[in-house]
Every structure is written in structure tokens, then in C-alpha cells.
């Protein structure tokens, strides 16, 4: 498989990341490059392998459902590129 | 060099505990060290204020014989394990001045036991990289060269500044991350010893996050017996991890020194890949040898998937990455770049404040993610990734201890040559690492000797979920085979 210019817009739109016009070739090289790369991998049969996201022979833990953290938003907002009276500040979302 | 940043971690520890040295000359002759250092760029930024409040404490707890394990010992951290008050960046533009209101787990930990922080290192921006050329801040000089010839070299990656700044005696011992290699790549890179332990070992809280289900930190320094006493402090239980393991965590330098006897030791035909160079057979072959003449047993084995661990990788990594790195929006922390609506706010933002190699595996994590492609790329990588640990499953089941591979392809190679066309180049580098992440074993990484240009080279040794004590073991056996320590000449200081 590989992309086309049209395919490199959407995934750098759903990405959330602006990309220029004169990078979307150079960026579809590398993407396809590297779609070549793991076109090797349609060779395995997996035919009946269930997928593994965690290798851990573990439970996941459990804990009480209780608040054991919190109550420092100044803390919280300490990095924010802009706030205000315990809010993250963003442009208007809503007309 | 001086004679106190020339001691091991370990001889270090002793004499502080004897008092033939204060935690204070400890720190002072490394900072001076790392001053002379500056053009490695091995730290991003150094800590002095703050190793010199810490080593007077470490003083003051020494005198009265209540130093911890680690009591007075510098060490550098590598940039993407957050430090309360003290700027973390993942070496990335996007978080330039971030300046964490927290401690991480692992560094916690450290701190806990007594040692000293002497600054923040380098590393390959958000981890990925296998060169620490990526970096935002520049990238880090290794401190070997090659025979007759001063152009720079690489220490790898990503976790770079943590190896170039052990081998250039700079700190006594570093933290780094290890997702597809990047402890054991450059630890082999740079003559020194590097530890990725098994996948839950360490906790992961407070790391910046590259791919959840491969990162795991670990220590590099210069003898296996520190690399030992280090992961003895960063190890252990983390209720703030729910990845990370309850065992308790065993005394690890109990095994150094410990007999390898009858330890079977396994050789997987598939890692000797087409076109490997000469060295790299040779360099194998010897440590089989040491490793027999300890009384090891060698027995050939295969791991039938080896060849697809690469690529599938390049589909799992990318793919938590790009869900991982979803938060640097502009919002909460960070980079922002203003926009003309809140969309735009955030595609200007992280167009600016991610790199080349980030934003490329981004875009690919969010291609084979986003849908009607989901089951041929990521679901398909997730099921390779099930027959490539039971591959080492069936190893153990045989009775294998340990298995024993080359670390890298090759030795490290010069600042600009590779990957710049093509970056599956870059990527070939984690050959030999890659499987290890993707079944959650750990992996140490040991010098065993020189390629043609007087390099260091190194072996790697795979073990059994949560078998670290045996490469502990089998690791000292290696490093005591292969000779006296390999030191870099220093040109960096004239």
C-alpha cells in the first residue's frame, strides 16, 4: 500500500499538525518508505494469533474508588501557556 | 579525568562510606569535569546549586553513618524523567520550558537512597531516535573516536547524553529510557554497561511517555556491578504505575560474582543477519567462548520471527506514540502558537514544536491507527508481536537461562552519515535490541571489544522476565573475559 498528497493532508490533519504544501512529497516518500519497510510483515500468518498489547503476566490493579489526590490547581496550571482564576485559557470554541 | 570522576560508582560508595572522601569533593571534581565537558553537549543543563545542596546533605547523613545505598553518589538524568523544579524537556521544542511540579518514580527513588543529581542529559527528542541527532538542543558528541581521525561520532541513542556523559566520566552513573534500544545501543556504542530491565521493573511514572507498552528506564555505567546497585535503587513498586510489578526487588550486586555453571545459554541462528560484518561474528563468537569456559552450556536455538520484530515494531511504537504525544496541544503546558481558531492553534503549535523524526512517526502511528487501516497495520503488528515472544517463550520452556546476541550491527558510526536519505538506515541500528522491548525482557548490554577502528563494541545478554540477577551474573563473566575497562582518550577538555 501506499499514499497519494490527498492521504498525507488528512493523516497531517488528523494529527493536528499543520504541514506546509512543498513538504507533502517529501513527507509521502518517507511515509512510503516506511509502509514498504513493514509490507514484510503480510508474510507471517497470524491466522488464528490473538494480539498482544501488554507482555505483563499481571492483573491489572485495583484500587478504592476513593479521591487520593487533587486540590492544587495552582500546581496544575503552574506550565499553562496562558490561564486564568484556575482555568486553562484557550481561543473561543463556541460563537 | 580526574582521579575522583575516575572511580567506579561502587569504589566511589566505599570510600564515602569509609570517609576517605566527602559527597562534597565528589560533586565538585564533577562539576568541574562537566564544565570542561560543555562540547560533548552532553547535559542540556547542569544542576550545580542543586548537587551541592544535596551533597552536603548526603555529608551530614555519612558522618553520622546513615547514608542510603546510593549516599553522595552524582549522577546524571536523562531529560525525560521529570524532576520537581527542575526543567525537563524530552529535548523537544514543544516543552522548552517546562518545569515539572513533580518527581518522577525512578528519580525519586535515586534521590530516596542518597545520590546527588548533577543535571539533566541529552537525548534523542522524545526518545526517538538511535543517534541523539534528533535532539532539539544540539546534538551530543561521543567522547571515542575513531583511530587517526577527529571527525565526531555519535554516542546512539536515544538515550545519547546519558552514555556519551559516563564515558567521559562525567557522573558516576545516568538514568536512561530503553523503548527499541536506547540504553543498550548506546551503552555498547560508548564502552559502557546499560541495563533495560524486564517491562515492569521500573516504574514509568513522571517519564515522558514515548510508547507505553515498550518504555522502560534503566541505568548505564561503567562496570556491571554499578549498573547492579543502581537498579536496585530505581526498581520496585509504584501504585502510581499500574504497569509496574510488585516483586520485590532483589539485592542485585548478591550476583555478581555469582557462578554461571551449567546456566545454558542460548545462540539464535536468526541473528546472524545477512551481511553482517566480520567483527560483529567474531566479537560473538568470543563471548560464546568466555561464556563456555565459566562452565555455561551453549546450545543453538532459533527464534523463528526475529526478522519481523523491525517492522513491527515501526507500526506499535509509532502508533502509541502518536496517542501518547496527542497531549502537547498547546493547552495545558508547552509550546503555544497562536492560531486563527482553536484548530489551527493547535496544528501551528505542534508543527512548530515537534521535529522532523517526531512528527514523521506521528503521521505514521496516526495512518496505520486511523480507519479502515487499523486491522491490516496495527492489529496485524500486535499479533506478529505475540509469536515473536512466544518465540523466547519456547527458549525458556527448553530450559535456555539467557540468550546471547551481538548488541548493534556495527560500531558507532559519524555524526551526519546515516539516515539522512532514508530513515529505515537509522532504524537497522535496533536490530538486535528491538525483540527484546517487544516481549518485555530484559536486556543488558556489556563491552566485550573493539571493531577496526578501536571502537567499542558490545555483546547484549537476553533474560528471562524478571531474570536480571542472571545477566547480573553473566555479564560480570563477560566483562571480566573481555580485559581491563575501554576509556576514551579525553581531547574534549584541552
Known amino acids: ?95 | 579525568m580526574s582521579e575522583l570522576t575516575s572511580l567506579t560508582l561502587a569504589e566511589a560508595r566505599d570510600q564515602l562510606r569509609a570517609k576517605k572522601i566527602s559527597a562534597k569533593e565528589l560533586a565538585d571534581a564533577h562539576l568541574a569535569e562537566m564544565e570542561k565537558a560543555r562540547p560533548l553537549n552532553a547535559y542540556v543543563l547542569e544542576t550545580p546549586d542543586h548537587a551541592k545542596k544535596m551533597a552536603a546533605a548526603s555529608d551530614t547523613k555519612l558522618a553520622k553513618g546513615e547514608g542510603g545505598p546510593l549516599e553522595g553518589i552524582p549522577l546524571g538524568i536523562k531529560d525525560l524523567f521529570a524532576t520537581e523544579g527542575v526543567r525537563t524537556t524530552a529535548c523537544s521544542k514543544i516543552l522548552e520550558n517546562f518545569v515539572p511540579q513533580y518527581e518522577s518514580t525512578v528519580t525519586s527513588q535515586l534521590w530516596r537512597d542518597g545520590a546527588v543529581m548533577l543535571g539533566k542529559l541529552n537525548n534523542d527528542e522524545f526518545a526517538m531516535g538511535s543517534s541523539n541527532e534528533t535532539s532539539a538542543l544540539g546534538p551530543v558528541l561521543s567522547p571515542w573516536r575513531r583511530k587517526g581521525d577527529n571527525k565526531p561520532l555519535v554516542p546512539g541513542g536515544s538515550s545519547g547524553g546519558s552514555a556519551s556523559a559516563v564515558a567521559a566520566h562525567i557522573c558516576l552513573g545516568a538514568t536512561g529510557t530503553d523503548t527499541g534500544g536506547s540504553i543498550r545501543q548506546p551503552a555498547a556504542f560508548t564502552g559502557i554497561v546499560g541495563i533495560k530491565p524486564t517491562y515492569g521493573r521500573c516504574s514509568r511514572w513522571g517519564i515522558v511517555a514515548f510508547a507505553s507498552s515498550l518504555d522502560q528506564a534503566g541505568p548505564f555505567a561503567r562496570t556491571v556491578r554499578d549498573c547492579a546497585i543502581l537498579l536496585r535503587s530505581m526498581a520496585g513498586p509504584d501504585p502510581k504505575d499500574s504497569t509496574c510489578s510488585d516483586k520485590p526487588v532483589p539485592d542485585y550486586e548478591k550476583a555478581i560474582g555469582k557462578s554461571v555453571k551449567g546456566m545454558k545459554i542460548g545462540i539464535p541462528k536468526e541473528y546472524r543477519v545477512d551481511g553482517m560484518a566480520a567483527e560483529i561474528s567474531e566479537q560473538w563468537e568470543t563471548g560464546r567462548a568466555w561464556l563456555k569456559a565459566a562452565g555455561a552450556e551453549i546450545v543453538d536455538i532459533s527464534l523463528p520471527h526475529t526478522k519481523y520484530a523491525l517492522p513491527a515494531y515501526y507500526i506499535i511504537a509509532p502508533a502509541e506514540a502518536s496517542s501518547n504525544l496527542a497531549r502537547y496541544d498547546g493547552v495545558r503546558y508547552g509550546l503555544r502558537v497562536p492560531g486563527k481558531d482553536i484548530v489551527d492553534m493547535y496544528e501551528q503549535t505542534r508543527a512548530a514544536g515537534f521535529g522532523k523524526e517526531v512528527r514523521r512517526r506521528i503521521m505514521i502511528g496516526t495512518y496505520v491507527l486511523s480507519a479502515g487501516y487499523y486491522d491490516a497495520y496495527y492489529l496485524r503488528a500486535q499479533k506478529v508481536r505475540t509469536l515473536i515472544k512466544r518465540d523466547f517463550d519456547d527458549a525458556w520452556k527448553q530450559g535456555i537461562d539467557a540468550i546471547l546476541t551481538p548488541a548493534t550491527p556495527s560500531g558507532a558510526f559519524g555524526i551526519g552519515e546515516k539516515g539522512s536519505g532514508d530513515p529505515v538506515e537509522m532504524y537497522l541500528n535496533d536490530i538486535f535490541t528491538v525483540t527484546v522491548n517487544m516481549a518485555g525482557l530484559p536486556g543488558i548490554s556489556v563491552p566485550a571489544g573493539r571493531d577496526h577502528n578501536g571502537l567499542p563494541l558490545g555483546l547484549q545478554l537476553i533474560g528471562k522476565p524478571f531474570g536480571e540477577e542472571d545477566l547480573f551474573a553473566l555479564g560480570h563473566v563477560v566483562e571480566q573475559a573481555a580485559g581491563p575497562r575501554m576509556i576514551p582518550e579525553n581531547w574534549w577538555s584541552k
Open chain 1, 1 to 95: 500500500m501506499s499514499v497519494d498528497a490527498a492521504t498525507v493532508r488528512r493523516i497531517a490533519h488528523l494529527a493536528r499538525i499543520a504541514v506546509a504544501d512543498n513538504e507533502i512529497e517529501h513527507l509521502r516518500g518517507e511515509i512510503n518508505n516506511m509502509l514498504a519497510f513493514v509490507e514484510q510483515l503480510n508474510e507471517v500468518n497470524v491466522d488464528g494469533v490473538e494480539p498482544t498489547a501488554s507482555v505483563e503476566d499481571m492483573k491489572l490493579k485495583m484500587r478504592e474508588d476513593v479521591v487520593n489526590d487533587g486540590d492544587y490547581a495552582k500546581r496544575v496550571l503552574a506550565n499553562a501557556p496562558a490561564s486564568d482564576d484556575g482555568f486553562f485559557q484557550v481561543p473561543k470554541v463556541v460563537e
